[in-house]
């Protein structure tokens, strides 16, 4: 039966066990951002909806089409965050992070909301992680951030993905390339989508945002700001391939990356997965020299990327880590006491046991250890119970020995320490 009340269109439950693989995922993330001199940092779901206007960008499809807003009791235009970059940086200047002496280094998980259409890859509720770096001018951070990519990527187990990278230029040398884009598309405008017609009069760089097949191959003839950088703009590109050239990474020129937002400066770049389909970045980022000003800050660049958790893992080749579950059997009112007793001890210590309140046969009990794959079970009974000890079972090889009460923890542990030598 089809039950009337389902999770709403776009967004979906994350079960065990493959909740798992997301703790596994994160903490991978986790070690490698704080290796890199990363602090976590955690903003509100909830913003004013300006954060995203000002900073994204009002031309954007994220500002334009794709943001959850509604007015609140107060009276207040709120916005579900569609993305993470505007909140750090509002809390930065709001809490003037910029005075700690503590590297401007964060990073950052968590839900993101977007209403686009649903499709693989692209969801209404997707999770992203996130960086941030500010006051770092040096090309060799550009370069470093997508090392840290990269390697992060290689942790995840993820394989046949390529790096596109591109500069967007800066408030000196883009304004002369908008109008000539301007101009070229004006002779094809009859030939665009009718949103492509309306971005070509509000911002002709989101034209290469589309993702109408037909615009996008239609777009391929204009013209590519890496032709038209600025001196400036174009001595930071080369400067960032020669770090990125000094890390050994392989990497693809992709001029038509303008990503989607309104503040990158100069260097853009996304991660793809060559075995995705339409939906196949992976992470995307770059560099943002004014938004923090924009926002009424002080003037210091920031530079980042988010990596989406959801593409990241149908691609990862990561496993959970094997949990070891300890099962306790029990026959009768007294054993089950005991049984209570022991796995709070044991759980105190660290192990993870599991008893279940069902008064089940002995025959029942194990079969169930089977199937949850216990790796050891604890049996207890009347005799063993007069007696002051327990069976412990081995499930796969079902070997079983008799241990004594205050012994369980001791020989548990040692049986661990076995097994990881193996
Ligand atoms: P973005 O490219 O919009 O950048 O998103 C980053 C990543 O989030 C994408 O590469 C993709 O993996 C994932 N993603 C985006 N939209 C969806 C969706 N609807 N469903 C599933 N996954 C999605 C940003 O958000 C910037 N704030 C990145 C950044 C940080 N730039 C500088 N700092």
Known sequence: MKPSLTAIKGTKDILPPETKLWQKAEWLCREVFEAYGYQEIRTPIIEPTE???KGTGETTDIVTKEMYTFVDKGGRSITLRPEYTPSVVRAIIEHRLYLQASPLRFYYFGPMFRHDRPQKGRYRQFHQVDIEVFGETDPAIDAEIIEMADYLLDRLGVKNKKILVNSVGCSNCRPNYVTLLRAKAEEIKERL???CQRRLELNPLRLFDCKE????AITQSLPKIIDYLCRDCLTHFENVRQWLDFYGLSYQIEPRLVRG?????????????????AQNALLGGGRYDHLMKIYGGPDICGLGFALGLERVLSVAQIKPDKEKLIYFVYLGEKAKKKSLQLCR??????????????????????????????TWTIILGEDELNQGICQLKEMTSG??????FDQVGTILRTLEKDEKNK
């Open 261 to 277: 937002l309104d503040y990158y400066t100069r260097t853009t770049f996304e991660i793809i997965s060559l075995e995705l389909g």
């Open 51 to 53: 954060l995203f206007v």
């Open 213 to 216: 097949p037909g615009c996008q």
């Open 345 to 374: 001890e044991l759980r105190r210590q660290g192990f993870t046991t599991l008893l279940e309140y069902k008064d089940r046969s002995l025959k029942a009990q194990l079969s169930r250890a089977n199937k949850l794959a216990a």
């Open 399 to 404: 070997q079983q020995k008799t241990v004594p």
């Open 193 to 195: 989508c009718k949103d």
